[in-house]
């Protein structure tokens, strides 16, 4: 069964500051997704990562997939309050369309 | 750009009572998914369908159906509601030969 393990869970930091977000899962896998989701709203589509090494950034976020140490992680840079919401990395099996979701990272910036 | 359509957005149901949601998937996705999200807890994968047929199928309880009609919107089905089955329930679309996987905006479900 694949377990996908993000941390930290919680997350408290000031703007300006950087920081990382990771993501551990245990089987291998074809694709993982980063979203975010404010709260009671819906899943906003961050990242999708297809291949080991892959890199793609959006703004203040940046995110990075190694496939042999399954590990994804998701850097934010000089971060602003507006990106305070839960983050939640997924990941989906090679075989099958469902995706695994990590238990989320609660992100709060603090002014 | 169109999105993924939920109805309804909320809705109170008693227990032992039947509840259906609907799912309206981006146009020209060919594949679909249910997710059920408990409060504070990450979403759970229910059901899936890739034209119309069934094509994965993770924790739904029995007491949950679901379909995928011709026009390729989807229905959730939930009968015997039990407490337990509050919660934000997700529709999603994708097409399969693409990579996103979008997300509507979700329906509360408050058992009673």
């Known amino acids: 069964e694949l377990k996908v393990e993000q941390n930290p869970l919680f997350l408290s930091m000031q703007e300006g500051k950087n920081y990382t977000i990771y993501c551990n899962y245990s089987?291998?896998?074809?694709?993982l997704y980063w979203y975010r989701q404010d709260p009671g709203k819906s899943l906003e589509s961050l990242f999708v990562?297809?291949?080991?090494?892959a890199v793609k950034q959006e703004g203040r976020l940046m995110a990075s997939l190694d496939t042999k140490a399954r590990l994804s992680t998701l850097h934010i840079t000089a971060a602003v309050h507006d990106l305070s919401a839960t983050y939640f990395c997924?990941?989906?099996?090679?075989?099958?369309?469902?995706?695994?979701f990590g238990e989320g990272t609660q992100l709060t910036v603090n002014p | 750009a169109a999105g993924v359509i939920q109805s309804p957005r909320h809705l109170i149901k008693e227990k032992r009572e039947t509840a259906t949601l609907k799912c309206y998937p981006i146009?020209?996705?060919?594949?679909v998914y249910w997710y059920q999200q408990g409060p504070g807890q990450d979403p759970q994968f229910l059901i899936s369908?890739?034209?119309?047929?069934?094509?994965d199928k993770g924790s739904i309880p029995d007491r949950f159906s679901a379909q995928q009609f011709s026009d390729y919107h989807s229905e959730l089905n939930m009968s015997s509601l039990e407490l337990g089955d509050s919660a934000l329930y997700f529709c999603?679309?994708?097409?399969?030969?693409?990579?996103?996987?979008?997300f509507g905006e979700g329906s509360w479900l408050t058992v009673v």
């Open positions: 146009p020209r996705h060919d594949t």
């Open positions: 999603a679309s994708s097409h399969l030969a693409g990579n996103t996987i979008y």
């Open positions: 369908f890739y034209e119309k047929m069934q094509s």
């Open positions: 997924a990941v989906k099996e090679t075989s099958g369309s469902r995706l695994t």
């Open positions: 089987t291998t896998s074809d694709r």
């Open positions: 990562l297809l291949s080991n090494g």
